[in-house]
């Protein structure tokens, strides 16, 4: 017999979300902001700015910690806060910098233990009924392969480092040094001297606006080899890239370690409702709570269809028919680590059908009765066609404001090449951005056009199933699968209906239509210039 759970507690003791994503994101976005005003050390020929490979290796745990944080890796993301502090301490001569992260890296010390608790108090409100898995785990898959494959790029990495930093101590121990006039600066970043023989150089170095035309600049030469004596080629990126992959392959290793550690001993179980929210994800349910999410490779086929065909479903999904009666949820077993983050197992009928993580419920996660969120719209006022209907100010506000900020952070690169995570913020700013000036949804006389993040669906009249309201928000069902997008904050609040009169119109007129059809947004090519932007910076 399985004991009932402490809903309540199990809950209470997780650690707020906005912990992590919020307060320690942005903690680490200001000690990072705060430990690169304050290195303003200039490089000079009797103090160079010398490449640190220790340092560079410390960048892994430094662009890591924001990375797991927000993908939900909290322990992890914790662990690597604390590493980077302490090797901040050990190896930045930087006191502003020092203290920055040592704060940061004390936070995250707190929340780790504050994490570890949670742990603890989640577990012990599971339950105490314990299971053996049954038979053997399974065989190590892709992930072992994915780990082994780094671990090897990894290797080549240090091995590439290595050949490239003697090619360059060859060339500084023949190298002469002399004295270099700068000719031009370009583009504000590259600054091109002239030799002594005439021959000519550019640099890139990390201030550029101290340079002049007609300023003398000591170089090291070697035949065509030329380099900055105050600021050596510095080629420890190498090492940051084989370091980064070798730390993936360890995550994915652990990972795949807790997994097979659930059938060494007895772990704890607990019996749910099973409610597929896709192909791949379930949410799970304990009286009428929802408690979490979990995803699988492939669909269980837990559910049986409610639906006889598309047309059923239609009917239902406009309100012409009363809804089929909903088929009692399915109860697995679910055992392993009981909290957020934890490695499970789900069991139907004593045997093991998928492996996972539990994961928070969001609220996009919510089962409506019978797969029917909202109310049914019906046809409202004509509309002349074709119609567009556009973002609010508010979120064309929220456009400029993102398009602000991938602007700042391409700025940040160009003075710190180094911070490839802003790159990232960049790319995913520059998405958000184009999506908020685009329409929301656009009708003409065949067919809408749906505009997401990621893709353009357009849907002949005939695909579409109906409309139903949400609050603000309109679900709209198309296509053979009935098939559900969710529109954002509609401003128009007679969008709905004015999609169903032109859904009846285009009936009445036999506009049948074609099938509906999927193509990229605009906004990908967009990321992908700005990615462009990014590495030609």
């Not at 940040?412 to 490839?420: F, Q, R, T, V, W």
């Amino acid at each position: 017999m399985i004991p009932a759970v402490d809903v309540q507690r199990w809950q209470a003791a997780a650690v707020p979300w906005w912990v992590t994503k919020v307060g320690l994101v942005v903690g680490w976005m200001v000690a990072l902001y705060v430990s690169l005003s304050a290195n303003v050390a200039p490089c000079t020929a009797a103090q160079p700015c010398l490449p640190d490979p220790l340092f560079s290796l410390a960048v892994v745990p430094l662009l890591a910690t924001p990375l797991l944080l927000l993908f939900g890796r909290v322990f992890t993301g914790c662990a690597m806060g604390v590493l980077f502090g302490v090797l901040d301490i050990a190896l930045d001569g930087s006191a502003v910098a020092n203290v920055a992260f040592g704060l940061h890296a004390g936070a995250c010390a707190l929340v780790a233990a504050w994490t570890l608790r949670s742990r603890a108090d989640q577990h012990e409100a599971a339950g105490t009924a314990l299971v053996s898995l049954p038979d053997l785990p399974p065989q190590r898959g892709v992930l072992r392969v994915v780990a082994v494959l780094l671990v090897v790029f990894g290797f080549l990495t240090f091995v590439q480092y290595s050949l490239t930093n003697d090619e360059i101590e060859r060339h500084e121990a023949n190298a002469s040094r002399v004295q270099a006039e700068v000719v031009e600066v370009k583009n504000t970043f590259e600054v091109w001297v002239e030799l002594p023989d005439r021959q000519r150089a550019s640099f890139e170095p990390l201030a550029p606006e101290t340079y002049q035309v007609g300023d003398d600049v000591p170089v090291l030469a070697d035949g065509s080899w030329v380099r900055m004596e105050n600021e050596p080629e510095d080629v420890t990126w190498w090492l940051t890239l084989g370091g980064a992959a070798v730390f993936v392959a360890i995550m994915l290793a652990a990972r795949e370690r807790r997994r097979r550690a659930l059938w060494t001993v007895p772990v704890t179980a607990v019996r749910m409702q099973a409610h597929p929210l896709g192909p791949r994800r379930i949410l799970l349910r304990y009286r009428k709570n929802d408690i979490a999410t979990i995803s699988t490779l492939a669909d269980l086929g837990l559910e049986e269809p409610l639906y006889h065909d598309t047309e059923q479903f239609g009917a239902v999904w406009r309100g012409e028919e009363d809804p089929p009666l909903q088929h009692d949820p399915v109860e697995v077993l679910v055992a392993g680590e009981w909290h957020h983050g934890g490695q499970v197992a789900v069991l139907v009928e004593g045997e093991v059908v998928a492996t996972s993580t539990l994961n928070r419920v969001r609220p996009r996660h919510t089962v409506h009765s019978a797969h029917l969120p909202g109310v049914p719209v019906t046809a409202g006022a004509p509309v002349e066609l074709p119609h567009a209907i556009w973002p609010g100010d508010r979120r064309r506000v929220e456009g400029v404001l993102l398009l602000l900020g991938a602007a700042g952070a391409l700025i940040a690169l160009k003075y710190y090449p180094e911070l490839i995570v802003l790159g990232l913020i960049g790319v995913q700013c520059v998405l958000s951005a184009v999506t908020r000036f685009q329409p929301m949804l656009r009708l003409d006389h065949n067919s809408v056009v749906l505009y997401t993040g990621v893709f353009t669906y357009r849907v002949p009249w005939a695909q579409l199933h109906g409309v139903r309201r949400s609050g603000p928000q309109l679900m709209l069902a198309f296509g053979p699968h009935g098939d559900v997008l969710t529109t954002p904050h509609l401003p128009d609040k007679e969008a709905g209906e004015k999609l169903m009169w032109a859904r009846s119109r285009s009936l009445i007129a036999e506009h049948r239509g074609d099938r509906v059809t999927r193509k990229l947004n605009i906004s990908v090519l967009a990321g992908a210039l700005y990615a462009g932007l990014v590495l030609f910076i």
